[in-house]
């Protein structure tokens, strides 16, 4: 695969490379071809784009071949004009250039007083016959007007074909890319916009809980979500590429003041709610201003958005009966008044036993985000403009992650992110792009509960007091230098330039110790089995990433677009500043001395980009359109901050060294745990890479609505385990002995690059967005297979990794996205009053619905240097239940039985979970008060039809697993799901209402 992957690239350089429209900074552009009425083309035609809302026009001239280029746009809507000797002028009308566009306008100029044609293509309501690329832009009609729960600028990426946003945690994806964790790149008008250790959907730590992090709605102009089949300019990702665009100030002064407000008398009661509603208060307000400063020279855009949120959620979980409380020895009793107050009556129990029972509990969440954004813009000449802008979110989040005392987690954070850019047209060919940027955020996790250590239990006893996992304090930034220089020299556009990235992360993790508890006797009578104890003082990582690229887009004849590119990526070693952080050679069983590379750098990230999209008819009614691709991942942080525990160990005592091991743990460990617990990175670690593919055809079959018919796929190659927790266990305690294979240290986890992953989907969809009709619908059919747990979960077998290849996590067979905007009739004609109260209403939905996703079906789940145990299935049975109802009847007990061997014969994955279905409306209405201003009514309305939509059911079958013995003692919540995927605000919650009134001028 190497040599191909070398002779691909090499390939790609001779050529010079790949689909070109500059769109790492926020423009576009406009290509076209001059002809006279007889169809002969026009040289030296002169041709002037003008910007409706600045005013600033730019000038071409077309070429021997008729042909003209403008680059470097801004986003915006533009009116072309042409005109030469001895010919009338033809003008267009308005078109949209939409970031990274490539809009291409013919024009037939009139003889004298004769009638103009022209044909616009390439814009988000035609077909694409320019380029090869899957991809998708909301546009700004879409952005305000479309129901988005929480005001989450990156909930309309459910809206591209093959994204799956309805998921939890980990289950979440864009063509077969998942986007919790590795495989999406945000970018914020061009520049870094990830959370820096991550390319994840959000920008937020843990149970952080804000939700405008990187931008408001109301200050983004439009979305661009490139899914695959991509040009050179981007990479360092696995999946697509999300450019966030924000506003600019026009001509004339603009703004806006809104208030979004709900309560819950507007809110239907959730699934789970016991036994009545709490009390829901959110409040979302702020406003914009933009307009010139100096009049077709300086413009200003600003904008405020603060959020106050006191949402309540009831919650049912298991805690201890008083019978069992009062069964614990004295110097366990800071444990018993940890836990949540009892209710009143006689239990309702929660296991056979009756040890534990059910209780109700409701929790208060609270949420303080403000966030703003300024940005000016500034055209200095013909030759040359500026931008700048900066974006700054403050929040504070108290999250309850459990039902006991003090269970709640504090978390304040800051992000930021600045972006300086400037274009320079050197003549009508040629032009160079420069920007830096900043994106620096800080978070302070702080778990609850902290005056306890964690427990942890391998029986069922409920939900246990004390902190969540992980206390950290992590700021992190990066700078950012991006340089294009883009020629055009007849049919070709050829562009070359740099991403040079350097990021630094800092990190501390705080002390925590964790009890581990076998049985349930054990923790009654404080014997604990071990104590784990981690954490480690600020450390700081850093790395750079050195991108290269060079592409071009080729016209080679008016029917054959070619898109051929390469990009090449080095990225240094992660390297902690003051060499404290030492790797672990796990075939000699050494903590290697600091300072010691962690691991060889990978020279070989040449990522080749092949497309083509051809006009079969000539007529820019019907495109095929292929491509080929390989796209890289740069190390995450995420895989090295694993290393630290090797030089400030997470030491572990066992009941075998300290036999009078027990709480209080004492603030120094006993001398003799000299055990701990090391982290193995590969030292021969290679970037992970994804191969992609496509071929599609698209269509205008009706007037201004394009269908597409495509096929789309990807192997993943070299995929992290254990980018953060899900490493290969080697060195785990047999529960018979209690003893490792290597004595010397506690559990040992390789991290590596050792998994693989396979997509195949066929998509289908139909655009329109002209008139007053506006809509997307994209239908999805796919299969993903990877041997890649979660990251919360472990490989069964260690040794054997392949014995986890199946149904991924993210597979999806199914997957339905729609949205629609409509403006009603104005009714002009109708009287005041009736025009007033019925006319100029604006409609808008979106509906997502898919199959269910995968379900682990586990003895018990993976512990802390356990793997995961599944069960041997039992020929003849369903895996689904007999009689099968959501959410308490989802899986079949009797399908499964403890495993005759050391593993179970049950494949990963093999369960699958509820359907989802979505239906969200938005209703909205503006009154003119004068010339200028307007008030405009709005209601939002989120799964209007209060379908419960229930996360995956537990699939667990063991409360409690002996494997000496070989006895499982049942779940009783085995096949039930506990809750619904969304219980406060954002996708997924029961039927939600919100009112909103804005004031606009």
């Not at 890319?177 to 999406?184: C, N």
């Not at 790395?543 to 051929?564: E, V």
């Not at 600091?594 to 750098?601: A, N, R």
């Not at 030089?647 to 460990?669: G, K, R, S, Y």
């Amino acid at each position: 695969m190497q040599s191909t992957k070398t002779l691909v690239a090499a390939v790609g350089l001779g050529l010079i490379v790949s689909v070109s429209v500059s769109a790492q900074f926020d423009v576009g552009r406009v290509t076209g071809t001059i002809y006279d009425p007889s169809g002969a083309i026009v040289p030296q035609a002169t041709v002037t784009i003008k910007n409706i809302g600045t005013g600033i026009t730019t000038t071409a001239q077309s070429d021997s071949f008729g042909n003209f280029v403008a680059s470097a746009l801004p986003y915006g809507d533009y009116v072309v004009t042409a005109t030469a000797s001895g010919f009338g002028t033809a003008t267009s009308k308005t078109v949209t250039v939409n970031v990274g566009s490539s809009v291409n306008v013919v024009l037939k100029l009139p003889l004298g007083g004769g009638h103009e044609q022209v044909t616009v293509t390439g814009t988000v309501s035609t077909v694409q016959t320019g380029s090869a690329a899957i991809e998708n832009t909301v546009s700004t009609e879409e952005v305000q007007n479309l129901p988005l729960n929480g005001r989450d600028i990156m909930g309309l990426i459910a809206l591209t074909p093959g994204s799956v946003t309805s998921g939890t945690f980990g289950q979440t994806s864009i063509n077969g890319a998942e986007t919790s964790f590795t495989g999406l790149n945000t970018l914020l008008d061009g520049a870094d916009a990830t959370r820096i250790d991550t390319n994840a959907t959000l920008a937020t730590f843990g149970n952080q809980e804000s939700r405008i992090t990187r931008a408001s709605v109301d200050s983004i102009a439009e979305v661009k979500i490139m899914n695959t089949g991509y040009s050179a300019e981007y990479g360092r990702a696995l999946g697509p590429v999300v450019n966030l665009i924000t506003k600019s100030g026009t001509d004339s002064y603009h703004g806006e003041l809104f208030e979004f407000f709900r309560n819950e008398a507007l809110n239907a009661r959730n699934f789970f709610d016991y036994p009545n509603r709490g009390p829901f208060k959110l409040n979302d307000f702020g406003g914009n201003l933009g307009g010139p400063i100096v009049k077709d020279k300086l413009f200003f855009f600003g904008n405020y958005e603060g959020v106050r949120q006191h949402i309540s959620n009831s919650v049912r979980s298991a805690t201890f009966t008083a019978a069992q409380r009062s069964l614990f020895v004295p110097s366990m009793q800071p444990y018993v008044d940890a836990l949540v107050p009892l209710p009143p009556g006689p239990p309702v129990c929660a296991d056979t036993a009756c040890t534990i029972q059910f209780v109700a509990v409701t929790q208060l969440n609270k949420l303080r985000e403000d966030t703003g954004s300024v940005k000016l813009d500034y055209y200095e000449s013909s030759t040359d403009r500026w931008m700048l802008r900066y974006n700054p979110d403050d929040s504070f989040t108290a999250f309850p992650f459990s039902i006991n005392k003090d269970q709640i987690d504090s978390i304040p954070a800051r992000n930021q992110y600045f972006r300086l850019d400037e274009t320079h047209i050197f003549s009508p060919t040629l032009l160079n792009e420069a920007g830096f940027a900043i994106n620096r955020q800080f978070t302070n996790a702080q778990a609850g509960g902290d005056d306890l250590p964690l427990f942890s239990n391998f029986a069922n006893v409920g939900a246990e007091p004390g902190p969540s996992l992980f206390s950290e304090l992590s700021p992190k930034t990066s700078f950012q230098f991006l340089e294009s220089l883009t020629k055009t020299a007849g049919r070709h556009t050829m562009k070359f330039g740099a991403d040079i990235r350097g990021n630094r992360i800092n990190n501390e993790l705080r002390q925590q110790d964790i009890l581990t508890y076998f049985t349930l006797s054990g923790l009654q009578n404080n014997h604990p089995f071990a104590d784990t104890r981690l954490g480690y003082p600020t450390l700081g990582f850093r790395d750079t990433n050195w991108d290269f690229y060079a592409q071009d887009d080729w016209k080679a004849t008016p029917r054959l677009t070619l898109n051929y590119g390469v990009r090449y990526e080095y990225n240094s070693v992660w390297e902690e500043t003051n060499v404290r952080v030492s790797n672990f050679d796990y075939a000699t069983q050494q903590i290697l001395p600091p300072g010691i590379p962690f691991y060889q750098p990978d020279r070989n990230d040449f990522g080749p980009r092949l497309g083509f999209a051809y006009d079969p008819f000539g007529s820019g009614k019907t495109v095929i359109r292929g491509f080929g691709a390989i796209f890289y991942l740069p190390q995450l942080q995420g895989a090295v901050n694993s290393l630290p525990s090797n030089n400030f160990p997470n030491v572990e005592v066992t009941v075998f060294q300290d036999p009078t091991l027990a709480f209080p743990v004492p603030a120094v460990l006993p001398a003799m745990a000299s055990v701990h617990d090391v982290n193995a990175l590969d030292p021969h670690l290679r970037d992970t890479y994804s191969e992609q593919w496509g071929l599609n055809v698209q269509r205008e079959l009706l007037p201004q609505i394009v269908f597409t018919l495509g096929y789309t796929g990807n192997h993943g190659v070299k995929l992290p385990a254990g980018a953060a927790y899900a490493g290969l266990e080697l060195n785990n305690i047999n529960p018979l002995t209690g003893a490792r294979p290597s004595a010397a240290f506690g559990e040992e986890r390789l991290l590596g690059d050792f998994l693989s992953s396979n997509y195949n989907a066929l998509q289908i969809t139909a655009r329109r967005h002209a008139g007053r009709v506006t809509f997307d619908a994209n239908y999805t059919w796919s299969h993903e297979i990877d041997n890649a747990p979660s990251i919360f979960s472990a490989f069964e077998d260690s040794n054997n990794i392949n014995a986890d290849r199946g149904h991924g996590d993210i597979d999806v067979r199914h997957n339905f996205t729609a949205d629609v905007l409509y403006d009603l009739p104005s009714l002009h004609n109708q009287v005041s009053a009736f025009r007033g109260a019925l006319g100029g209403w604006r409609a808008g939905t979106i509906l997502q619905a898919r199959s269910g996703l995968p379900v682990n079906i586990a003895l018990q789940p993976a512990f802390f240097a356990t793997s995961i145990l599944r069960p041997d299935y039992v020929p003849g049975q369903s895996i689904q239940a007999p009689k099968y109802s959501v959410p308490d009847s989802q899986l079949n007990a009797a399908a499964f039985k403890a495993p005759a061997g050391a593993l179970g014969t049950i494949a990963r994955n093999a369960g699958r979970g509820p359907h989802f279905v979505q239906w969200d409306l938005s209703l909205q209405k503006d009154f003119h008060l004068n010339e200028r201003w307007s008030m405009q009514f709005r209601s939002d309305m989120f799964n209007i039809l209060n379908h419960p939509n229930f996360s995956n059911p537990d699939a667990t079958l063991c409360s409690s697993y002996t494997a000496s013995s070989n006895t499982c003692v049942p779940n009783l919540d085995f096949g039930r799901s506990g809750s619904t995927i969304g219980n406060l605000v954002g996708i997924g919650t029961s039927r939600q209402v919100q009112f909103a009134l804005k004031l606009l001028f």
